[in-house]
């Protein structure tokens, strides 16, 4: 168990939404794999409205700012929080290497 919070910023590129599913606490989850520019892949799990309101597409480009880093599975995973900004669409030349 980790005595720190790490919050993380990256952009990353939409694999599989594998989506919306209902938890035992009657949250609303959303699973998405996603690659990032150094061909790590991630699983990023979007939360109550952010995982509703979700209309990703896969290839699509995100930025996601202020996910929390954590483990599942013994693999790095990135999870929403209430503070956390998905953008979509960016054309940023970085974006498409």
Request: proline letters at 0%.
């Amino acid at each position: 168990m980790s005595l720190f919070i790490i919050y993380v910023d990256t952009l990353c590129v939409l694999g599989v939404d594998w989506g919306l599913e209902g938890t035992k606490s009657d949250d609303m989850k959303r699973d998405l794999k996603v690659t990032d520019r150094t061909k790590v892949n991630l699983i990023l799990t979007l939360w109550r409205g952010q995982a509703e309101a979700f209309e990703g597409k896969q290839g699509m480009v995100y930025a996601v700012r202020n996910a929390i880093v954590g483990e599942f599975g013994g693999k790095v995973s990135l999870s929403s929080r209430a503070s956390t900004l998905l953008w979509v669409r960016l054309y940023l030349i970085y974006c498409y290497q």
